[in-house]
Nanobody
């Protein structure tokens, strides 16, 4: 059993910042590639960012590139998403995802999902 627990969501003004955390527990490996997805009301879930098991390789959706930074602390089994210059269109439930393997593969199946944390950006 693997559990992913997101935290750090909340209400923030446009232009502000938030830092999301995803703490992993259970039978998962610290070397697993991890990612962040988000889903806004009435919209499809979309990819936001991903990081390889070692943390050396990262990916970002074009919509967040230059504003968001993904990182990880394998000792703490935690993945982070630093979100700067937030826009109202960033409003969504953000989900942490464990893909398995040590390299992120775009559009590959997700092994485990977190429950999500809500980020609301006011204008």
């Amino acid at each position: 059993q693997v559990q992913l627990v997101e935290s750090g969501g909340g209400l923030v003004q446009a232009g502000g910042s938030l830092r999301l955390s995803c703490a992993a527990s259970g039978r998962t490996f610290s070397s697993n590639a991890m990612g962040w997805f988000r889903q806004a009301p009435g919209k499809e879930r979309e990819f936001v960012s991903a990081i390889s098991g070692s943390g050396s390789m990262t990916r970002y959706a074009d919509s967040v590139k230059g504003r968001f930074t993904i990182s990880r602390d394998n000792i703490k089994n935690t993945v982070y998403l630093q979100m700067n210059s937030l826009k109202p269109e960033d409003t969504a439930v953000y989900y942490c995802a464990d893909q398995g393997g040590n390299m992120w593969i775009p559009r590959y199946a997700i092994q485990y999902w977190g429950k999500g944390t809500l980020v609301t950006v006011s204008s």
